[in-house]
């Protein structure tokens, strides 16, 4: 098969990673298999240059990704898209705001934000240790909303802190810290009253058991503590299945200003990371516009392809028997332990080690009869599962992490 050398795609998208594009289309099997899933779908890249299967999957866990391809599906939310994007070219300024309008919405839907803003704590910690990030844990860990809206106050009003964290960090931060206030504002008078609710119960209970005396004070004391904790623990979580999840599973914002928002942020930023603005991409107005236009190739290749956002691991595992099945996996690089701080937060739901691990055991398997790509560094944990698949070398470069033209060899790991 051959590729066009310009790729399809609704972002800027230049240099190697355009070449490898091209190497995976042609290496995809299309002569035995008629369904084509791409588990890991991101910018839809893959999908939109290679050859039709008789059915595609795209999936992605991102919510704003689906809700972008979603609407380039439905004619009259496309059409509003291009009329939005064509009177609202992108500005730095405006970028800036869609990134925490972004975060607004899309993370809650996507996150547990007590995951996330702990994920952030411990990188910083790791960087450089400070007191505020190991309270901020504990009441993480702790479940202490009062506690973390107080740390994380002291974080963004700390210049030491502020120094530390990283600029999409710092945006992070100031976007869950809105969150966790806003529900504390909610919860903190039921969350009072229980308590004091619960000392008096106890006390009284307590008196009426038992003897206090010097030997049972710290026990009784102990007991009091837990009991107290529990009970406010217990209205906490009432209004967090009420509150919290309610609001990280639905919003306010339309699919087509979602779609909007993610179409600006790929298209603006440098590194098409969606998070930092770039001045290079953004000198010539006339791209912008023949990228708005573009998008109408991008509706008409994802005529019938059916879009979904769930976990990944599961997709695979619902198909990987399936012998009519091709299935290209990208999950989020994973880099040799003297890269490991270079590329791994950049991406939202990056993989874990053990994220890799479980993936690779599944697809392993003696049972699995799709055909299968798998792409990533020639890690050693790779190398260990993947015995018996072949292996095709691809050298490029990545700015992403903040380095300029960063040569790397990728490698497409195959089973048939």
Same mark, same amino acid.
């Given at each position: 098969?051959?590729?066009?050398?310009?790729?399809?795609?609704?972002?800027?998208?230049?240099?190697?990673?355009?070449?490898?594009?091209?190497?995976?289309?042609?290496?995809?099997?299309?002569?035995?298999?008629?369904?084509?899933?791409?588990?890991?779908?991101?910018?839809?890249?893959?999908?939109?240059?290679?050859?039709?299967?008789?059915?595609?999957?795209?999936?992605?866990?991102?919510?704003?990704?689906?809700?972008?391809?979603?609407?380039?599906?439905?004619?009259?939310?496309?059409?509003?898209?291009?009329?939005?994007?064509?009177?609202?070219?992108?500005?730095?300024?405006?970028?800036?705001?869609?990134?925490?309008?972004?975060?607004?919405?899309?993370?809650?839907?996507?996150?547990?934000?007590?995951?996330?803003?702990?994920?952030?704590?411990?990188?910083?910690?790791?960087?450089?240790?400070?007191?505020?990030?190991?309270?901020?844990?504990?009441?993480?860990?702790?479940?202490?909303?009062?506690?973390?809206?107080?740390?994380?106050?002291?974080?963004?009003?700390?210049?030491?802190?502020?120094?530390?964290?990283?600029?999409?960090?710092?945006?992070?931060?100031?976007?869950?810290?809105?969150?966790?206030?806003?529900?504390?504002?909610?919860?903190?008078?039921?969350?009072?009253?229980?308590?004091?609710?619960?000392?008096?119960?106890?006390?009284?209970?307590?008196?009426?058991?038992?003897?206090?005396?010097?030997?049972?004070?710290?026990?009784?004391?102990?007991?009091?503590?837990?009991?107290?904790?529990?009970?406010?623990?217990?209205? #906490?979580?009432? *209004?967090?299945?009420?509150?919290? =999840?309610?609001?990280?599973? $639905?919003? /306010?914002?339309?699919?087509? @200003?979602?779609?909007?928002?993610?179409?600006?942020?790929?298209?603006?930023?440098?590194?098409?990371?969606?998070?930092?603005?770039?001045?290079?991409?953004?000198?010539?107005?006339?791209?912008?516009?023949?990228?708005?236009?573009?998008?109408?190739?991008?509706?008409?290749?994802?005529?019938?392809?059916?879009?979904?956002?769930?976990?990944?691991?599961?997709?695979?595992?619902?198909?990987?028997?399936?012998?009519?099945?091709?299935?290209?996996?990208?999950?989020?690089?994973?880099?040799?332990?003297?890269?490991?701080?270079?590329?791994?937060?950049?991406?939202?739901?990056?993989?874990?080690?053990?994220?890799?691990?479980?993936?690779?055991?599944?697809?392993?398997?003696?049972?699995?009869?799709?055909?299968?790509? #798998?792409?990533? *560094?020639?890690?050693?944990?790779? =190398?260990?599962?993947?015995? $018996?698949? /072949?292996?095709?070398?691809? @050298?490029?470069?990545?700015?992403?992490?903040?380095?300029?033209?960063?040569?790397?060899?990728?490698?497409?790991?195959?089973?048939?």
């Amino acid at each position: 098969m051959k590729t066009a050398k310009k790729i399809l795609s609704p972002f800027p998208y230049y240099g190697g990673k355009a070449r490898m594009c091209g190497k995976i289309c042609s290496l995809l099997d299309y002569d035995t298999t008629d369904l084509y899933i791409e588990p890991f779908g991101g910018g839809c890249r893959t999908l939109l240059n290679k050859q039709r299967h008789t059915e595609e999957i795209y999936n992605d866990f991102s919510y704003g990704l689906t809700t972008f391809f979603g609407v380039m599906q439905d004619e009259d939310k496309f059409g509003e898209l291009i009329r939005l994007l064509q009177d609202n070219p992108p500005t730095e300024e405006s970028f800036n705001r869609l990134v925490l309008e972004r975060m607004e919405d899309e993370d809650r839907l996507n996150t547990s934000t007590n995951a996330r803003t702990k994920s952030i704590l411990l990188s910083c910690r790791q960087r450089v240790p400070h007191r505020y990030f190991d309270e901020g844990i504990k009441a993480l860990n702790h479940v202490e909303y009062e506690a973390v809206v107080d740390v994380l106050g002291k974080i963004l009003s700390d210049s030491y802190c502020l120094k530390i964290l990283e600029p999409l960090e710092e945006l992070q931060l100031r976007g869950y810290y809105k969150i966790y206030a806003d529900f504390w504002r909610i919860v903190k008078r039921d969350a009072k009253r229980v308590e004091r609710y619960a000392a008096e119960s106890f006390d009284r209970e307590w008196k009426k058991d038992i003897a206090i005396t010097k030997e049972t004070a710290k026990l009784r004391e102990k007991h009091r503590k837990d009991f107290i904790k529990q009970a406010k623990t217990g209205v #906490i979580n009432s *209004y967090t299945d009420d509150i919290l =999840n309610a609001n990280e599973s $639905g919003s /306010t914002v339309t699919d087509v @200003r979602m779609a909007f928002i993610i179409f600006q942020l790929y298209y603006s930023s440098r590194d098409g990371m969606g998070t930092a603005w770039s001045d290079e991409k953004n000198r010539d107005l006339k791209a912008y516009y023949r990228a708005v236009n573009n998008l109408y190739r991008i509706a008409d290749r994802l005529r019938d392809v059916v879009i979904t956002q769930v976990d990944a691991l599961d997709l695979v595992r619902q198909y990987r028997t399936d012998e009519g099945a091709m299935i290209y996996l990208d999950p989020s690089y994973l880099k040799p332990e003297d890269e490991h701080r270079n590329l791994g937060t950049v991406y939202k739901m990056s993989y874990t080690y053990e994220d890799h691990e479980r993936l690779l055991g599944e697809i392993a398997q003696d049972d699995t009869k799709a055909k299968i790509i #798998i792409s990533n *560094y020639d890690v050693e944990l790779y =190398n260990e599962y993947l015995t $018996g698949w /072949t292996k095709e070398y691809f @050298r490029t470069t990545t700015g992403v992490g903040g380095r300029k033209n960063n040569r790397r060899v990728e490698v497409l790991w195959k089973n048939y």
